[in-house]
C-alpha cells in the first residue's frame, strides 16, 4: 500500500511563510526523483520543485529565490519552505514521487495567500 502523506497547507498573508512536507511509505523501490506540483482554479498542474536522490534541485522562474525543496533521503520525505509567499502562489500543492517504474502522486494540500 502506497502513501504519500502531505502536510502543512493554510492560509498565510502576503510576506508569509509556509513549510509543506510529504511523506512517502509503501514504495518498493527507491525513489529517483520527489517533487511538488501546483495547481490553481482554472489553471494546468505545473511543477514547482524537484529535487533527486543526489541532492540536485530544480524549480519553476516563479518560484527561484523565495520557495526552496529538501529532502531526507532515509525518511523518503519531502520538504518545501516558502517564503515570501504571493496571492499568484495560491493553488492546490501536490507531492510527487518518481521511481523506475512507477509516478506516485499525493492527494493536495491547500495553500492560500490573501490579506
Known amino acids: 500500500q502506497v502513501q504519500l502523506v502531505e502536510s502543512g497547507g493554510g492560509l498565510v498573508q502576503p510576506g508569509g511563510s509556509l513549510r509543506l512536507s510529504c511523506a512517502a511509505s509503501g514504495i518498493l523501490f527507491s525513489i529517483k526523483t520527489m517533487g511538488w506540483y501546483r495547481q490553481a482554479p482554472g489553471k494546468q498542474r505545473e511543477l514547482v520543485a524537484s529535487?533527486?536522490?543526489?541532492?540536485?534541485?530544480n524549480y519553476v522562474n516563479s518560484v527561484k529565490g523565495r520557495f526552496t525543496i529538501s529532502r531526507n533521503n532515509a525518511e523518503n520525505t519531502v520538504y518545501l519552505q516558502m517564503n515570501g509567499l504571493k496571492p499568484e502562489d495560491t493553488a492546490v500543492y501536490y507531492c510527487n514521487a518518481i521511481t523506475s517504474l512507477t509516478n506516485y502522486w499525493g492527494q493536495g494540500t491547500q495553500v492560500t495567500v490573501s490579506s
Open positions: 529535487i533527486t536522490s543526489g541532492g540536485n534541485t
